[in-house]
C-alpha cells in the first residue's frame, strides 16, 4: 500500500492539527527546524551586541552588568537551545530512519513529545533572559549564582530543567531505533557513518543529561532553600558543583561534534567520488569519542581548587580524546585524495570543517597541558578554542548538512553560486572573527570583561569586523532557501548522485519513506570510478 | 520466573537486610560501608536477575541495564579521586575550623 | 503502550515487544544516573567531611528504614507474581498482587511520612528549622541529600503506584489481555524504584550506627 505518484509528506495531510499532532518523524524534524533556526539568530542578536560592546575598551552599549546578562544568555540559547538538538532533532529526526530503512522511528508519540518539551523549555528560558536575564555565564557557579546572583536564574534554569528530558528521550528513541528498526539486510557495518555518529551522540544525550538535570535542581534547591550544598559558606564545596555540571557539559560537547562529523563523513565521499576511507577506524572512532569524553570533564576545573592528582588524570585523559577525533581528520583527508572532488556548497562547508576543526582540537591540546591552561584559563584563548570547534565545526556541519540534504527534504534545488559565496564568507568571517581571539587570549585578556585596556582594541575591533562579515555568511541562506522553496526548480531522488538509501526514495519523501521495506545488500559509499553502484530500493 | 523463585528470592532479600542492619551496629570501621554496599548490590542483582529477568533477557538488554551503572561508577570514581587527594596538599588556612555561622 | 495495532515502523508483534523493553531500559538507565549523580556526591561529601557526616546519618530512625525497605522489598516480590500470573492467563490474581503492590507502596510513603514529621519535630529540616547551632552545618549538608534524596524517591513511588493501579484497573476490567509488555514494563519501572531504595538505605540509615 503505498501513495500516489505525487504525494509527498508535506502534502498528504493538512492543517495545523496534522503539523502540531504529526508522529512523522519527518514534519517533527522541520517543526524541529523552525525552532533551531529561531533560536539561533536570538543567540546571533546576544553575540552581535557582544561584538559591539567590545568595539571600544570602555562600556558601548550599556553597564557591565547588561554585558553580563547578554554573555549569559547568548551561551544558554547557543547551549541549549541551539547547538545540542541541532543536527540531531533536524538531521537525525529527518534522515536517520531513511538511512537504515525504517519507515519511522522506534516511539514517534515520543519524539512528538520531545519536540514540545524542547520548545517549553526554551520559551520559558526565552522568557527570563528576555524579562532581565541572567549574569552568571552559562555555567552558573556556585555560590554566586546560588546566593548573589540577581535575576530570572529560576525560571531560566528550570526552562534548561525541561528541555533536558527532550534530549533524553530524543537520545533514547534514536538508540531504540537503530538496534531495532534496521531493514533487512542492514547490519552495523553496512550503516552510514551518520547513524553510528548519531548513535554515539545518542548514548552520551541519555547517559550525561539526567546528571545535569540532577545538578540544576540542586542548584534550583540552593538557590529556591538557602541550604549551603554548593556554599562554602555553609559549610559545603563550590567545586563539586562544577564537577556535576561539567560531568554532563563537557559529554555535552561531543553531543555538540560528533552529529556534525557525522554529516562530513557522508558529504567528503559524495563530493569526492570515492569511498570513505578507514570506515571501521571512523565509526569506532565515534564510539571512542563518546566514551572518552565521559573521562576528560576535569580539565575545565584546573584552576578551581581541583586536586592536582586528579588534574592530572584528567589532563592525561584529555591528551587521549584527541586521538579518535584525529584519526578521523586522517581519514576524510585520505578520502578525498585521488579522488574526483567538486566543490559544490556542503563541499565546501565541509572543507571549512575540516580546516576549522583541525586548529580548535589542536588549540584543546594546549589547553590540556596544566602549565598552559594555568596561563591561558578564562581567557580569550578558551573563547576562540570553543568557539572554532563549536562554529567552525559544529555550526559549519549543521550548514553542510542543510546544503546537503535540502534537495531530499524539501525536494527544491537553491541557487549554488549564491550558496558556495554564503560558505566562503562564513569562512572568512569566521577566521576573521576568531583568529585574533586566540592572540588576544595569550596576551591576557580575560573573558566574560566589558572593558579592557586599550592596547587590546585592535583585536577586538578586527574580531568585531569579523562577525559582521561572519552575520552576513549566516543570514545569506534565508533569503536563498525561501527562494529555492517558492520558485527553486524541483530536486530529483539524488541531485548528488549519492549513495544510501534516503536517496534511493523520492524528494520530497512520501510520508512512509518507502514504497516496500529495502533490503540492504551492499556496504555504504560505493563508488567505483567516481559513480555510484546503487542500493536495492524503489526510485 | 515461577512463584517458587519469586518467593525464595524475597526469604533471601530480608535475610540480606537482617545481615545489613545488624552489620551497621558492629564496629568494623572503614569497613562498614563497603560491607553494607557489597550487601546492596547483592540485594539489587537478585531483584535486576530474577524480577527483572535479566536472567531470561538478550545480551543487548542486559548491557543496557550494565551500561547505567558502569556509567555512574565512572562519576564516582573519577570525582572520588579529586576528593581523595584534596587534602593531599593543605595550606595553613585549612587547618583553621569551619565557621559555626 | 497498545498491544494490538502495530505501528507502521514494526513489522512484527514480537519486534515491537523487544523494541518497547529496550525503551524502558534505556529510560531506567538515565534514571539510574538521575539518581546516581545525587548518590556519587552524597559519596563525594562522605569522604570530604568524614567522621561529621556519617555521625549525622545516627540521626536518622534506622528502624523505620529498614521496615520500609522490607515494605518496598515485599512489593517487589508482589509485582513479580503479577507478572507471572497475568502471563499465566489470570485475571482476578494478577489485580489482587498488583493491589497488594500498590497497597505496599502506599505503606512505604505512610512510613515516609511518619519519618518525616518526627525529623521536623526534632528540627531536622533544612530550609525549616533546622537547628544549626545544636547539629552543625555538616550534619544540615547530610539532611538536604536525605530529604533530596527520599523526596524524590516517594515522587518516583508515587507515580509507581498510580500505574500500578492503573493497570490493575486495565487487567480487572478486561481491557487489557495477556501477550503484550504494558505489565512487565510496569513491573521493571516499580523494582527499579526498589532497587534505588536498596541504595539509598544503607547511605542513609546504617552510616554512624556504631560510633
Given amino acids: 500500500m503505498h501513495a500516489p505518484r505525487n504525494e509527498t509528506y508535506l502534502n498528504a495531510t493538512v492543517g495545523i492539527r496534522s503539523w502540531l499532532l504529526t508522529t512523522d518523524h519527518k514534519r517533527i524534524a522541520l517543526l524541529y527546524f523552525a525552532g533551531i533556526t529561531f533560536f539561533f539568530f536570538i543567540g546571533g542578536i546576544a553575540a552581535t551586541l557582544i561584538r559591539f560592546e567590545l568595539l571600544t575598551p570602555g562600556p558601548t552599549l550599556g553597564s557591565a552588568d547588561l554585558y553580563n546578562r547578554l554573555f549569559t544568555m547568548h551561551g544558554i540559547i547557543m547551549v541549549w537551545f541551539f547547538l545540542i538538538p541541532s543536527i540531531p532533532t533536524t538531521m537525525g529526526n529527518f534522515i536517520l530512519p531513511m538511512m537504515i530503512g525504517a519507515r519511522d522511528l522506534a516511539f514517534p508519540r515520543l519524539n512528538l513529545t520531545s519536540w514540545y518539551l524542547y520548545m517549553a523549555g ?69 550503516l552510514p557513518v551518520f547513524v553510528w555518529s548519531t548513535y554515539a551522540t545518542s548514548v552520551i544525550l541519555v547517559l550525561a543529561t539526567p546528571v545535569l538535570a540532577m545538578t540544576l535542581l540542586m542548584l534550583l534547591a540552593e538557590r529556591v532553600l538557602h541550604v549551603g550544598i554548593f556554599s562554602p559558606q555553609l559549610g559545603g564545596d563550590p567545586i563539586l558543583f562544577q564537577h556535576m555540571f561539567w560531568f554532563y557539559s563537557h559529554p555535552a560537547v561531543y553531543i555538540m561534534i560528533l552529529p556534525s562529523m557525522g554529516v562530513i563523513s557522508e558529504i567528503v565521499p559524495v563530493f569526492s567520488r570515492k569511498p570513505l576511507f578507514g570506515y571501521y577506524f571512523v565509526v569506532w572512532c565515534s564510539i571512542a ?18 586536586a592536582l592528582y586528579a588534574s592530572l588524570a584528567f589532563s592525561f585523559l584529555s591528551y587521549l580524546v ?49 602549565p598552559i591552561d594555568v596561563h591561558v584559563t578564562d581567557t580569550y584563548f578558551v573563547v576562540a578554542h570553543f568557539h572554532y570547534i563549536m562554529v567552525g565545526g559544529a555550526v559549519m556541519g549543521y550548514f553542510a548538512g542543510l546544503h546537503y540534504w535540502w534537495p531530499k527534504i524539501t525536494g527544491r534545488l537553491y541557487p549554488d553560486y549564491w550558496a558556495r559565496f554564503a560558505a566562503i564568507l562564513a569562512f572568512f568571517g569566521f577566521n576573521l572573527t576568531f583568529f585574533p581571539q586566540f592572540i588576544l587570549g ?79 545488500i551492499r556496504p555504504p559509499y560505493q563508488y567505483v570510478r567516481g559513480e555510484p553502484l546503487m542500493q536495492a530500493g524503489d526510485v | 520466573m515461577t512463584a517458587g523463585t519469586i518467593w525464595r528470592c524475597w526469604l533471601t532479600l530480608m535475610l540480606l537486610l537482617a545481615a545489613t542492619t545488624a552489620s551497621a551496629f558492629v564496629p568494623l570501621g572503614s ?38 551503572f558502569f556509567w555512574l561508577l565512572i562519576m564516582i570514581v573519577l570525582t572520588g579521586a579529586d576528593y581523595w587527594h584534596r587534602n593531599d596538599t593543605r595550606a595553613p588556612i585549612d587547618e583553621m575550623p569551619l565557621p559555626s555561622r | 503502550m497498545s498491544d494490538r495495532v502495530l505501528g507502521i515502523q514494526y513489522s512484527t508483534l514480537a519486534q515491537e515487544r523487544e523494541t518497547v523493553t ?39 530512625k534506622v528502624a523505620l528504614g529498614t521496615a520500609n525497605t522490607a515494605v518496598l522489598l515485599t512489593s517487589s516480590a508482589c509485582m513479580a507474581m503479577a507478572v507471572i500470573t497475568f502471563d ?49 552545618g555538616i550534619a544540615e549538608i547530610f539532611f538536604i541529600f536525605y530529604f533530596c534524596a527520599t523526596g524524590l524517591h ?38 527499579f524504584v526498589d532497587i534505588v531504595w536498596i541504595f539509598l538505605f544503607p547511605l542513609i540509615y546504617l552510616a554512624g550506627r556504631n560510633m
Avoid: C
Fill in chain 1, 289 to 306: 569519542i563518546a566514551v572518552i569524553g565521559f573521562l576528560v570533564w576535569g580539565h575545565h576545573m584546573f584552576v578551581a581548587g581541583q
Fill in chain 1, 442 to 520: 595569550y596576551l591576557g585578556m580575560p573573558r566574560r570583561y566589558q572593558t579592557y585596556p586599550p592596547e587590546f582594541q585592535i583585536w577586538h575591533v578586527l574580531s568585531s569586523a569579523g562577525a559582521s562579515i561572519l552575520a552576513v555568511g549566516y543570514a545569506l541562506p534565508l533569503f536563498y532557501f525561501a527562494w529555492s522553496i517558492l520558485r527553486g526548480p524541483r530536486a530529483s531522488a539524488n541531485p548528488w548522485g549519492a549513495t544510501g538509501l534516503e536517496w534511493s526514495t523520492r524528494s520530497p519523501p512520501p510520508p512512509e519513506n518507502f514504497a516496500t521495506t529495502p533490503t540492504v
Fill in chain 3, 88 to 136: 499465566a492467563g489470570s485475571k482476578r490474581a494478577p489485580v489482587l498482587w498488583l493491589a497488594a503492590t500498590a497497597l505496599l507502596g502506599l505503606a512505604f510513603v505512610g512510613i515516609k511520612g511518619t519519618e518525616w514529621f518526627l525529623e521536623y519535630q526534632e528540627h531536622l529540616v533544612p530550609a525549616l528549622n533546622f537547628d544549626l547551632p545544636r547539629y552543625g
Fill in chain 1, 322 to 370: 584527541a586521538v579518535p577525533s584525529a584519526i578521523k581528520v586522517f581519514n576524510w583527508t585520505a578520502t578525498m585524495h585521488e579522488g574526483w572532488i567538486r566543490f559544490d556548497a556542503p563541499m565546501l562547508y565541509a572543507f571549512g570543517f575540516i580546516g576549522l576543526f583541525t586548529i580548535g582540537g589542536l588549540t584543546g591540546l594546549f589547553l590540556a597541558a596544566l
Fill in chain 3, 22 to 60: 529496550l525503551g524502558m531500559w534505556a529510560f531506567l538507565a538515565t534514571e539510574v544516573l538521575f539518581f546516581g549523580a545525587l548518590i556519587a556526591a552524597y559519596l563525594n561529601y562522605r569522604i570530604w567531611f568524614g567522621a561529621e557526616f556519617i555521625a549525622a546519618a545516627s540521626l536518622t
Fill in chain 3, 154 to 191: 516517594a515522587l518516583h513511588l508515587l507515580i509507581g503506584i498510580s500505574l500500578v493501579s492503573w493497570l490493575a484497573w486495565r487487567i480487572g476490567t478486561g481491557r487489557l489481555q495477556p501477550g503484550g509488555s504494558t505489565t512487565r514494563l510496569i513491573g521493571l519501572y516499580w523494582h
Fill in chain 1, 122 to 190: 526554551g520559551l520559558i528560558t526565552l522568557t527570563a533572559l528576555l524579562l532581565g536575564g541572567v549574569d552568571t555565564g552559562w555555567t552558573f557557579y556556585t555560590p554566586y549564582s546560588t546566593f548573589y546572583a540577581t535575576g530570572y536564574l529560576i525560571l531560566a534554569v528550570f526552562g534548561i530543567f525541561v528541555s533536558g528530558f527532550s534530549s533524553i528521550l530524543t537520545g533514547l528513541n534514536f538508540i531504540v531505533t537503530v538496534h531495532k528498526l534496521r531493514a533487512p539486510g542492514m547490519t552495523w557495518y553496512k
Fill in chain 2, 31 to 68: 569497613l562498614n560501608l563497603p560491607v553494607s554496599l557489597a550487601i546492596a548490590v547483592a540485594k539489587a542483582l537478585i531483584v535486576l536477575i530474577f524480577f527483572m529477568e535479566l536472567r531470561a533477557s538478550r545480551p543487548l538488554v542486559r548491557s543496557f541495564a550494565a551500561a547505567g
